[in-house]
């Protein structure tokens, strides 16, 4: 390649914060999108080369021939982007879909992509034809971008707007799409490669969950146990816990305290008790997938866990679910010991506004 951006160039970050900001607090104002739930992608276009850069700089694009396809189609020749890519099912962004294309067999991705074909989200610029414009304002890139034409149905312009109270609303009505959030990137900012510039606001709700077992941490030994990740539950209309994901946050003092405070709880691998333990097997029920198990995302990692008996509950802070689980590693907030963990059930979570994702993404398949 031969571009005035070259790999591995590392995306621009964001930091987190509790709630839109005002665009008047910051020199220069604020501009809004909505946070694409994805695979960050900085894309090289040289001729008929084309490059899908991950967020740490790995090539992806033998998984996703598609967006090759559609970059050569749509973007200009000479180029350098960031963005999303995205995969939507049934009007809805589908994460779990998309991490099904990080497979070894080339023949499984192609069926794949011709089955649940992906987009290409953009929302920055760093590079057109021989111009690097990574110190050019962001309001003179996103300036640029407008005139690229990307309309989709396979590359789309992210939507943005620098009115607080459409940012707002959006964070309000977009996760029924299955987005992620709303982010906030300085106008007057150059693009700053690995740098934490831009503002995010996500969703965080609470729930009640079950907790089912641990896993031990990998630096844990027999002398010195440490508590790895919290197993969580819910229990489905048929009365079956469902894994739904881990907590895993805490510091190497509490994940030895948590040992000892759980150790009452731990079913003997033998005895009667575990036999009867809801994911006995390692099976979590009705999901096809068992929580100790290995995969390809784990490769060689152990994931056993060590079973519990099923008596706490403990309070949690999630951002959204992906289908039956929870998205990303929840917040546990505090024990629950005034709830039965027969009462932890999928009811008690709040259901997102409906909104259109072909609103967002014109003619992307799946996004009707």
Same mark, same amino acid.
């Given at each position: 390649?031969?571009?005035?951006?070259?790999?591995?160039?590392?995306?621009?970050?964001?930091?987190?914060?509790?709630? $839109?900001?005002?665009?008047?607090?910051?020199?220069?104002?604020?501009?809004?999108?909505?946070?694409?739930?994805?695979?960050? &992608?900085? $894309?090289?276009?040289?001729?008929?080369?084309?490059?899908?850069?991950?967020?740490?700089?790995?090539?992806?694009?033998?998984?996703?021939?598609?967006?090759?396809?559609?970059?050569?189609?749509?973007?200009?020749?000479?180029?350098?982007?960031?963005?999303?890519?995205?995969?939507?099912?049934?009007?809805?962004?589908?994460?779990?879909?998309?991490?099904?294309?990080?497979?070894?067999?080339?023949?499984?991705?192609?069926?794949?992509?011709?089955?649940?074909?992906?987009?290409?989200?953009?929302?920055?610029?760093?590079?057109?034809?021989?111009?690097?414009?990574?110190?050019?304002?962001?309001?003179?890139?996103?300036?640029?971008?407008?005139?690229?034409?990307?309309?989709?149905?396979?590359?789309?312009?992210?939507?943005?707007?620098?009115?607080?109270?459409?940012?707002?609303?959006?964070?309000?009505?977009?996760?029924?799409?299955?987005?992620?959030?709303?982010?906030?990137?300085?106008?007057?900012?150059?693009?700053?490669?690995?740098?934490?510039?831009?503002?995010?606001?996500? *969703?965080?709700?609470?729930?009640? $969950?079950?907790?089912?077992?641990?896993?031990?941490?990998?630096?844990?030994?027999?002398?010195?146990?440490?508590?790895?990740?919290?197993?969580?539950?819910?229990?489905?209309?048929?009365?079956?816990?469902?894994?739904?994901?881990? &907590?895993?946050?805490?510091?190497?003092?509490?994940?030895?305290?948590?040992?000892?405070?759980?150790?009452?709880?731990?079913?003997?691998?033998?005895?009667?008790?575990?036999?009867? *333990?809801?994911?006995?097997?390692?099976?979590?029920?009705?999901?096809?997938?068992?929580?100790?198990?290995?995969?390809?995302?784990?490769?060689?990692?152990?994931?056993?866990?060590?079973?519990?008996?099923?008596?706490?509950?403990?309070?949690?802070?999630?951002? *959204?679910?992906?289908?039956?689980?929870?998205?990303?590693?929840?917040?546990?907030?505090?024990?629950?010991?005034?709830?039965?963990?027969?009462?932890?059930?999928?009811?008690?979570?709040?259901?997102?506004?409906?909104?259109?994702?072909?609103?967002?993404?014109?003619?992307?398949?799946?996004?009707?």
């Amino acid at each position: 390649m031969d571009l005035p951006v070259l790999p591995p160039t590392l995306p621009m970050l964001a930091k987190s914060v509790s709630g $839109v900001p005002d665009p008047a607090a910051v020199d220069g104002g604020l501009v809004f999108e909505p946070k694409w739930d994805g695979f960050r &992608a900085i $894309v090289y276009r040289d001729g008929d080369e084309v490059r899908l850069d991950s967020r740490s700089a790995k090539p992806m694009e033998r998984y996703f021939p598609d967006v090759v396809a559609a970059v050569l189609d749509a973007l200009p020749e000479r180029c350098v982007v960031d963005g999303e890519i995205v995969l939507a099912q049934g009007g809805r962004l589908d994460f779990e879909a998309l991490q099904q294309r990080i497979h070894p067999a080339a023949s499984r991705v192609a069926r794949l992509a011709a089955e649940t074909p992906a987009s290409l989200v953009v929302f920055d610029l760093l590079a057109l034809g021989d111009d690097d414009v990574t110190q050019e304002p962001l309001s003179r890139r996103q300036e640029l971008l407008a005139g690229l034409g990307l309309d989709g149905p396979h590359v789309h312009l992210t939507p943005r707007t620098t009115d607080r109270a459409v940012a707002q609303d959006w964070f309000a009505v977009f996760e029924g799409a299955g987005l992620d959030g709303v982010v906030a990137k300085p106008l007057a900012a150059p693009y700053q490669p690995n740098k934490r510039v831009m503002l995010k606001v996500k *969703h965080e709700r609470t729930a009640d $969950v079950v907790l089912a077992g641990y896993r031990l941490h990998k630096t844990s030994t027999p002398e010195d146990p440490l508590v790895g990740s919290l197993l969580l539950g819910l229990y489905d209309d048929a009365g079956a816990l469902q894994f739904v994901g881990v &907590a895993a946050s805490f510091p190497m003092a509490r994940r030895a305290e948590l040992v000892a405070e759980l150790a009452p709880l731990v079913l003997d691998p033998g005895s009667p008790e575990a036999a009867e *333990h809801p994911w006995a097997g390692w099976e979590s029920p009705g999901s096809g997938r068992m929580p100790g198990a290995q995969s390809r995302w784990s490769g060689t990692k152990d994931l056993s866990f060590v079973p519990l008996r099923v008596e706490k509950v403990l309070e949690v802070a999630y951002d *959204h679910m992906e289908g039956s689980r929870f998205r990303h590693t929840v917040q546990l907030r505090r024990w629950r010991t005034d709830r039965e963990p027969g009462s932890c059930t999928y009811e008690q979570l709040e259901e997102p506004v409906s909104y259109r994702l072909d609103e967002l993404l014109p003619g992307a398949p799946g996004a009707a």
